[in-house]
């Protein structure tokens, strides 16, 4: 473990799975199996670098809107995933977390992760943030009809309203906001990922595609992030 390592969690979006398989001149999902299982290695990385949340982003509200073929490939890997990985996740002793509108999941994936969460609940080293059927602005105004509601019941008065108050009602109320934001692929936006949390967060954007990032890299942005000067962000 690092102890000069400042950094408590580090949030990724994934990108560039579909792109690293078309270079390959193979279909899509390819990229997507060869990123699921970049999932493990880089999870164990951090782990060995000290960092307590890791906030992986695996699928988006927008990414519902993929053809039926892919949706599905992309549901029936995270079926896989989670019935293959979740015995090294325990002797990881990872905790497992799921952020996002898990209504919109099949039945079967809603019950499969909240087993998983319920069974890996006291695991210490690290928490594994999985952010599936997840938008930030979806999960604001979802924030926002729950203060609305609480307001109307009398349970809190619009005066107390505070930052607090948000972040309680956050699906991300019992983690620490990102030290770290890294996307993969050169793309350099949000894409609808943690917008109120990350208000502080130092981002960094790379060239590499989600299955070719590996501990070299991570090792080298958490460096590069402890040599930043920062400011106003929450510990
Ligand atoms: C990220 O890779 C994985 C998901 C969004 C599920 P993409 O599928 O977005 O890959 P590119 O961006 O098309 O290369
Ligand atoms: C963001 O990547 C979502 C995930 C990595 C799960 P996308 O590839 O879906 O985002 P856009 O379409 O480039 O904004
Ligand atoms: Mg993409």
Same mark, same amino acid.
């Given at each position: +473990?690092?102890?000069?390592?400042?950094?408590?969690?580090?949030?990724?979006i994934?990108?560039?799975?579909?792109?690293w398989?078309?270079?390959?001149? +193979?279909?899509?999902?390819?990229?997507?199996?060869?990123? &699921?299982?970049?999932?493990i290695? #880089?999870?164990?990385? +951090? @782990?060995?670098?000290?960092?307590?949340?890791?906030?992986?982003? $695996?699928?988006?509200?927008?990414?519902?809107?993929?053809?039926?073929?892919?949706? +599905? $490939?992309?549901?029936?890997?995270?079926?896989?995933?989670l019935? *293959?990985?979740?015995?090294?996740i325990?002797? /990881?002793?990872?905790?497992?977390?799921?952020?996002?509108e898990?209504?919109?999941l099949?039945?079967?994936?809603?019950? @499969?992760?909240?087993?998983?969460?319920?069974?890996?609940?006291?695991?210490?080293?690290?928490?594994?943030?999985?952010?599936?059927?997840?938008?930030?602005?979806?999960?604001?105004?979802? &924030?926002?009809?729950?203060? $609305?509601?609480?307001?109307?019941?009398?349970?809190? *008065? #619009?005066?107390?309203?505070?930052?607090?108050?948000?972040?309680?009602?956050?699906?991300?109320?019992?983690?620490?906001?990102?030290? #770290?934001?890294?996307?993969?692929?050169?793309?350099?936006?949000?894409?609808n990922?943690?917008?109120?949390?990350?208000?502080?967060?130092?981002?960094?954007?790379?060239?590499?595609?989600?299955?070719?990032? /590996?501990?070299?890299?991570?090792?080298?942005?958490?460096?590069?992030f402890?040599?930043?000067?920062?400011?106003?962000?929450k510990?």
């Amino acid at each position: +473990m690092n102890e000069n390592n400042s950094c408590k969690h580090i949030a990724i979006i994934m990108d560039g799975n579909g792109r690293w398989a078309k270079k390959r001149g +193979m279909p899509r999902t390819f990229g997507h199996k060869k990123g &699921a299982e970049n999932v493990i290695n #880089i999870t164990r990385a +951090m @782990k060995e670098s000290g960092v307590k949340y890791l906030t992986l982003y $695996a699928f988006s509200t927008e990414n519902w809107k993929r053809t039926e073929d892919e949706v +599905m $490939a992309l549901m029936n890997l995270l079926r896989e995933y989670l019935d *293959k990985e979740f015995k090294e996740i325990m002797e /990881n002793d990872v905790r497992l977390l799921f952020i996002g509108e898990k209504e919109m999941l099949s039945p079967d994936i809603q019950e @499969k992760i909240s087993e998983l969460e319920e069974k890996s609940k006291n695991n210490k080293s690290l928490t594994l943030c999985v952010a599936l059927s997840y938008g930030s602005r979806q999960e604001i105004l979802s &924030a926002v009809k729950k203060i $609305a509601r609480d307001a109307i019941n009398g349970d809190i *008065k #619009i005066d107390n309203i505070s930052m607090e108050t948000i972040e309680q009602s956050l699906y991300t109320k019992d983690i620490p906001d990102p030290d #770290i934001l890294i996307r993969t692929s050169g793309e350099q936006r949000i894409s609808n990922y943690l917008l109120w949390q990350l208000a502080y967060t130092e981002l960094f954007f790379t060239n590499t595609l989600w299955p070719d990032f /590996n501990k070299e890299e991570l090792t080298d942005i958490i460096q590069q992030f402890n040599n930043r000067e920062r400011r106003y962000g929450k510990n």
